[in-house]
């Protein structure tokens, strides 16, 4: 059955540090891979999403995230975190209408 | 529309209650999906529409659950008799690809809370 872990529930960094967040995810196929954020009282927007190909995708607001099939990880990173980074995020794994989220990890951003 | 948008964005019902929560996705999305994120959690899967038909609703927790999308835009989902654990966050997608796999555009969703 597929699924996705996300391994760390609450996450802190400083202001100006960098950032990766981890996604495990169990796929019975290549899968495509997605990250997304949540602001509090909004709904998901997409960050990025991995089909195929480069296994380093860039997507909005100079987030990466690096697809390891032999780890079965996507891991989201981001060189230097901004305070408007703070937020809960999400990753996703699915082809077609099947699609499945993690539990979540929340930034926190400290100044 | 310029994205996908819901309301009512808080709707508080009594236990027992009959509710409504509408879905006005990105004109032109083939792709429309009702997802339920409880307090907490990552969003979970409850159906999937391709223009008006309703080809997957495996996630449906309960026949008290229902959905449909008549004229392939506009979506209501729809709770009968809503419980205590009925309470969550439902979330609307719209793509425009079938199936949506290129990912999904989300509405803020609809706050219901069950008392």
């Known amino acids: 059955a597929q699924s996705v872990t996300q391994p760390d529930i609450h996450i802190t960094v400083s202001e100006g540090a960098s950032l990766e967040l981890r996604c495990n995810y169990s796929y019975g196929a290549t899968p495509y891979l997605f990250w997304y954020v949540q602001s509090p009282g909004q709904g998901l927007q997409l960050l990025l999403k991995y089909f195929s190909g480069d296994t380093l995708v860039q997507g909005i607001k100079g987030f990466e995230a690096e697809f390891k099939r032999s780890q079965s990880s996507f891991n989201l990173r981001k060189p230097s975190v901004q305070w408007s980074d703070a937020a809960e995020y999400f990753c996703?794994?699915?082809?077609?209408?099947?699609?499945?989220f993690g539990a979540g990890t929340r930034l926190t951003v400290k100044p | 529309g310029a994205g996908v948008s819901q309301s009512p964005r808080y709707k508080v019902a009594k236990r027992g209650q009959d509710v409504a929560l509408r879905c006005d996705p990105i004109?032109?999305?083939?792709?429309l999906f009702w997802y339920q994120q409880a307090l907490g959690q990552g969003p979970e899967f409850l159906t999937y529409f391709q223009n008006e038909a309703q080809l997957d609703k495996s996630g449906l927790p309960s026949d008290r659950f229902f959905a449909e999308r008549p004229e392939g835009s506009v979506s209501t989902l729809k709770i009968q008799r809503t419980q205590q654990e009925d309470s969550a966050v439902y979330l609307c997608?719209?793509?425009?690809?079938?199936?949506?796999?290129?990912?999904?555009?989300f509405g803020s969703g609809t706050r219901l809370t069950v008392v």
């Open positions: 997608a719209s793509s425009p690809l079938r199936g949506g796999s290129d990912g999904y555009t």
């Open positions: 004109s032109g999305h083939v792709s």
């Open positions: 996703a794994v699915g082809a077609g209408n099947d699609m499945r």
